[in-house]
């Protein structure tokens, strides 16, 4: 409160800049598009600020200056053509001159060539997933936050449900292209520092487009309302300098493939299911919930799900190839052949749900291979 | 003093055609309940739609308080996720379709025939089934809240697909409720254009009418433009979610974008629909309590037609992080920014009223010199979203919420009052009491200014709209917003005193009630009788 | 016919006299002012789309 109330005075006072651009402000951001339309943001606002002074001012002083109390009589006049047509033009003019600044901008914006790396963002109910194209390295982004944090049952970290498990990791000075897009409705992608804000939208591949000029931490958050857990799909970017960049991608790249090997051999039941409990708590559980009671009609339960038990293949299609017509996505993209079997066995023998299955890696890793 | 007022139109009025009548001498209708369901009078009609969008009013603002409440503090406290996007969704349908809208439409009904000095509205059957529509619509809508899956969730604008593949089951309900709510203002459009057109007292001519009736006209073809968009955009919805069709649905086909676009060109004329009668309304007020006629009359009706006729070529603003090619974002960026023009000329027009006038405050007055100042604010942060690339970083933020708010709350809802504290003397025949009109404008607009202008730095700051629980660096600004919204949602229920009071009693008005007055409804008796201008007024075009 | 287009183009740009617009209303016709509203509408609309693709080359 007190923090509000002191730069609340500090705007009033009309300080500009530096102040307001703590928390208050738009920021000016780590990229070159940033800081042009954080000045075209600071320009349009001015000339508003000026135009209120003005307009707000002669109408003050008409209703001081002239009240009926103070004695005032009524004039008789009710048109002026050349003073209408005076302040027809000048808001014209203002806007041409501010038309031109963000015609510029614009266009910087929309011009995507010559990308040094391409970024395929993809939209999910309630994650990000983030894939570095023809480097087949591919993860995807939950939220960190707890959700003891968020029924305040602990107490909440400095970077409350800005954190995430994997943020995306981007080279500086690189210019890095975003391929947006989504499995299931319309989400945006945004980070108010890169000043990158693009609608992820299923069937379409938008475009955007970013090159860092400060290594660092920068967050954001999903923008278009996209159901449930709308507010709980933050965005992190961990900038880093670009020789450190192709280190990190070069070992993301080796772990991807360990990973595959690990696909043929045969796994454990406990083995799967540690791992399933893993996948089931960052994918499933915000809509089946934590205890596979789900959260009816939209979210059928999995535990006791008879239809499902009864049927491994019914079971394992679901979540494979998703139900059409309703909130259930395919998951064949998202996960791997691991991770998939895991996360089935999981839900085959979690909350008394006791098959005893071991659905194996290699098994659905056919069946991928198949489809 | 009359000297220095302008010459105002001389109606004849007959004691013996309007005055001296007690509604229950010549009320030969039904009493009791059947009388307010079958009455075809605009007065009655009028208040039953007065009396429904107060009622949607409050509705939509408990939604509201639930929301701000859970927006208090970080964290979820009251409402979970599913729940608090359920009271988004609603309060901005309500509030949108069944408080704004019907009021406007209310106030239509009882003052457009009384300033064109008409006898009732032209379609009389048809004004009492259009008002009828919406109690049910509306029902159907709330009822929503307790069928199995909740209530509609995906936000006042439905984008497809969450929508229509992830909606709730009470979709279909949403959607036909929407279809009565968009007849009802199809066939109130058509009723107040045959009115406006057809039954203006002899020699009235267009230019002379009063500047509500002029920007109700413009508005009710508006309506009648876009409402069928909406129809159109929702029976999409219903092939979709019932019948397998792919419109908005990628994996069959079709295109989640479509839908956008066809809302925005619903939706964004809507905006203007909204506004616009309050325009009319503030128009009226301003020179009867400046004593001096509006300043540039001929223009302010170019500017709300220039207004509506651009108001159909912005729409793709409200869609510019949704992928567009850079020709359209240029497009809807420059058609946008002349928007502003014809806007900004009818606030000139206003402040120059005041200019030199002989002003007094009376709440009327109070609440429309507010309207004026706060939907200013309004506009120039909607100039500001114009403004394409600063777009992608105030798209979906708490500052767009701040925007629509500025020009939807101390606008059109400031507008809807000032013409209540207006014409209340007319309806009931006494003055609002004076004390309480003025805190509740005062509480009014210290609230509505804490609530909203605090979500601008929200916005800036990096909040997105539609979260039901935040960052901790925004927790400063949602405190504020939320004693600001409680502040302003209990201080409605003066509003309600004040009305109700007046009703019952209070000093009393003459005919003409305010002494700038110079509309025709300030030539029948204050209470207005049941039944005006049966024979039409004479009406000497003498001030132009 | 000029008299028309001038009388659209105030009501584009959202000024008029008092005077000219009284000679709208009692000497012009509805629909000439319907129809050249719409016309320059469409003009309206194929200027700014105009001006858009140029700047947008």
């Known amino acids: ?371 | ?544 | 016919m000029w008299r028309v287009i001038k009388s659209v183009l105030a009501a584009f740009f959202g000024v008029q006299k008092e005077s000219r617009r009284h000679e709208d209303f009692s000497r012009g016709r509805a629909s000439h002012f319907i129809i050249a509203g719409i016309l320059m509408g469409l003009a309206l609309v194929l200027l700014i789309a105009l001006v858009a693709s140029l700047a947008a080359r």
């Open chain 1, 1 to 371: 409160m007190r923090r509000v109330w002191t730069a609340g005075l500090a705007a009033c006072s009309g300080l500009s800049g530096s102040v307001l651009a703590n928390g208050w402000n738009m920021p000016v951001g780590v990229t070159d598009v940033s800081r042009e339309i954080h000045s075209l943001h600071m320009t349009i606002f001015w000339i508003c600020v000026v135009i209120g002074v003005v307009v707000f001012g002669a109408m003050f002083y008409s209703l001081f200056r002239y009240r009926r109390s103070r004695g005032a009589k009524a004039a008789n006049f009710h048109e002026h053509t050349t003073v209408e047509v005076i302040w027809t033009l000048i808001p014209i003019l203002i806007l041409v001159a501010m038309a031109i600044p963000a015609t510029a901008t614009l266009k910087t914006m929309y011009d995507a060539s010559e990308a040094d790396l391409d970024v395929m963002v993809t939209g999910q109910q309630w994650r990000w997933r983030y894939s570095y194209l023809g480097e087949d390295v591919a993860f995807t982004s939950n939220l960190a936050t707890s959700r003891s944090q968020v029924s305040g049952e602990s107490a909440k970290d400095e970077n409350y449900l800005l954190e995430v498990d994997e943020p995306l990791v981007l080279p500086v000075d690189r210019k890095v292209r975003l391929l947006m897009t989504s499995d299931d409705v319309i989400h945006s992608w945004w980070v108010p520092d890169l000043a990158v804000k693009q609608d992820a939208v299923p069937g379409f591949v938008n475009e955007n487009w970013v090159r860092i000029n400060e290594p660092g931490i920068y967050r954001g958050q999903c923008a278009e309302l996209c159901g449930r857990d709308h507010a709980f799909m933050p965005v992190v970017v961990r900038a880093v300098e670009p020789e450190r960049f192709d280190e990190w991608l070069a070992e993301r790249k080796e772990a991807a493939a360990q990973a595959e090997l690990g696909v043929d051999r045969e796994w454990e039941l406990d083995e799967l299911m540690e791992r399933g409990e893993q996948v089931y708590g960052t994918i499933c559980a915000s809509c089946h919930q934590p205890d596979g009671s789900g959260s009816p009609p939209a979210f059928p339960a999995l535990a006791g799900n008879q239809a499902m038990l009864e049927d491994p293949d019914y079971h394992i299609d679901t979540v494979v190839n998703g139900v059409s017509g309703s909130a259930m996505p395919a998951f064949r993209s998202t996960l791997n052949a691991v991770e998939l079997a895991a996360v089935i066995t999981y839900e085959r023998n979690a909350w008394g749900n006791e098959t005893g299955e071991a659905i194996q890696p290699a098994d659905i890793a056919e069946l991928l291979d198949e489809q």
């Open chain 2, 1 to 544: 003093m009359a000297s220095h007022l302008p010459p105002r139109p001389t109606a004849q009025h007959s004691q013996a055609d309007a005055g001296g009548m007690a509604a229950d001498e010549h009320h030969h209708g039904p009493r009791g309940l059947k009388r307010w369901l079958l009455t075809t009078n605009h007065k009655e009609i009028g208040s039953l739609y007065l009396i429904f969008s107060l009622s949607m009013f409050f509705i939509g603002g408990i939604f509201a308080m639930v929301v701000r409440a859970e927006l208090f503090q970080p964290g979820l406290q009251l409402v979970q996720p599913e729940f608090f996007n359920q009271m988004t969704t609603m309060h901005g349908l309500i509030m949108v379709f069944g408080a704004v809208m019907p009021a406007f439409v209310g106030l239509a009904n009882w003052m457009v025939p009384l300033q064109i000095g008409a006898p009732d509205m032209a379609l009389p059957r048809l004004n009492n089934f259009s008002f009828w529509l919406l109690p049910v619509a509306f029902a159907l809508l709330l009822s929503t809240l307790v069928m199995p899956g909740g209530a509609p969730d995906f936000g006042w604008t439905f984008y497809a697909p969450l929508s229509t593949t992830y909606a709730p089951p009470s979709t279909t309900f949403f959607i036909f409720s929407l279809h009565l709510a968009g007849i009802s203002s199809i066939l109130g459009a058509i009723n107040i254009i045959a009115t406006i057109l057809n039954l203006r007292t002899p020699g009235m001519r267009m230019m002379d009418m009063s500047l509500f009736v002029w920007t109700w006209l413009i508005t009710a073809f508006l309506l009648i433009a876009v409402m069928p968009v909406l129809a159109g955009v929702i029976t999409m919805m219903l092939l979709d979610i019932n019948f397998g069709t792919s419109f908005f649905n990628a994996a069959g086909g079709g295109d989640p974008v479509l839908f956008q676009h066809l809302f925005w060109f619903f939706g964004h004329p809507e905006v203007y629909i909204m506004i616009l009668p309050a325009f009319g309304i503030v128009s009226v007020i301003i020179p009867t309590f400046a004593r001096k006629r509006l300043f540039g009359y001929a223009s302010m009706v170019y500017a709300t037609a220039s207004i509506a006729i651009l108001s159909f070529l912005v729409w793709a603003h409200h869609m510019f992080v949704v992928g567009l090619p850079l020709v359209a974002e240029l497009f809807f960026m420059y058609s946008t920014m002349l928007i502003a023009v014809p806007t900004g000329v009818k606030v000139f027009n206003w402040i120059t009223t005041l200019f030199r006038g002989s002003l007094t405050f009376e709440p009327p007055m109070l609440f429309a010199l507010a309207f004026v100042v706060l939907f200013t604010i309004g506009g120039f942060s909607g100039l500001m979203l114009a403004i394409s690339p600063a777009d992608f970083q105030y798209h979906d933020t708490y500052f767009v919420v701040a925007h629509f708010h500025y020009v939807l709350v101390p606008g059109a809802v400031f507008a809807i009052m000032a013409g209540v504290y207006y014409w209340l003397p007319k309806w009931t025949g006494h003055y609002p009491h004076t004390r309480l009109s003025q805190w509740h404008f005062w509480l009014s607009v210290i609230g509505v200014n804490l609530t909203f202008f605090p979500m601008h730095f929200a916005g800036l700051a990096g909040m997105p709209r539609r979260i039901p629980d935040y960052a901790l660096q925004f927790a400063d600004f949602n405190m504020i917003t939320s004693i600001g919204a409680f502040m302003f949602g209990i201080s409605q229920l003066l509003f309600v005193a004040v009305v109700v009071l007046c009703v019952r009693g209070g000093e009393k008005a003459p005919a003409k009630a305010w002494d700038g007055a110079e509309d025709l409804e300030w030539t029948v008796p204050s209470p207005a009788p049941l039944h005006t201008f049966e024979t039409p007024p004479r009406f000497e075009p003498d001030r132009h």
